[in-house]
């Protein structure tokens, strides 16, 4: 009895053995479903759907943020000295009237000057492409006004950029920008009211 039974689970066994088998090798010679793979070029426009997304042509727009700090002192002393002195006298003969004499000249100059100037200026704006030189090198150019309450602000920005200098993020710092003007206007009431008045112009002219 015991035999029998040994039997019946070897061959349950055997059994659960081959039909693992079967199943791992029809699994093998299945043709594999087909998967949609997506082209990694894009038709439409011809971009790679690999490579960054750094501005590189004519119109592509760049983030720069503006980060300047400048100071000048200037420091200028002068120091001059002249001095003569003159004696003469007395007169002989027909002219012993004139008396022993004489006559020093001195002239002093201390001049001190000193000039002290000092500037920041920090913004984001975005800029545009205007041109690709020769080189690869990228002429930007752009602007952006903000009016509040009546109070208008200007920023002017022109240079060119080289285009490792772009940050992955299509971001640039304005220290990296070569041949760059930077202006900063602006105009409205409050500054109206910081300009001299007209007499006090006539007055510096004047003076």
Not at 2 to 14: F, G, L
Not at 102 to 129: F, H, P, W
């Amino acid at each position: 009895m015991k035999n029998q039974e040994a039997m019946q689970q070897t061959c349950a066994r055997s059994g659960l053995l081959l039909a693992v088998s079967l199943t791992v090798l029809v699994g093998f010679l299945l043709p594999a479903p087909a998967i949609a793979r997506q082209p990694l070029v894009d038709f439409e426009t011809g971009e790679s759907l690999v490579s960054n997304l750094k501005a590189r042509r004519v119109g592509d727009l760049i983030t720069i943020i503006i980060v300047e700090n400048s100071s000048a002192d200037a420091t200028s002393k002068t120091k001059a000295n002249n001095k003569s002195e003159h004696t003469g006298g007395p007169g002989l003969g027909f002219m012993d009237f004139i008396k022993p004499w004489d006559l020093t000249v001195e002239n002093k100059y201390n001049g001190d000057g000193k000039t002290q100037r000092s500037g920041n200026l920090q913004a984001e704006m975005t800029a545009r492409i205007t041109q690709v030189l020769h080189n690869g090198d990228f002429r930007l150019e752009g602007s952006r006004m903000v009016n509040v309450n009546g109070e208008n602000t200007m920023i002017e920005i022109t240079g060119v950029c080289r285009s490792e200098d772009i940050a992955p993020d299509n971001t640039i710092m304005s220290t990296y920008i070569s041949d760059a003007q930077i202006a900063y206007n602006g105009s409205g009431m409050v500054n109206d009211a910081a300009q001299p008045g007209v007499i006090t112009k006539v007055i510096n002219w004047l003076f």
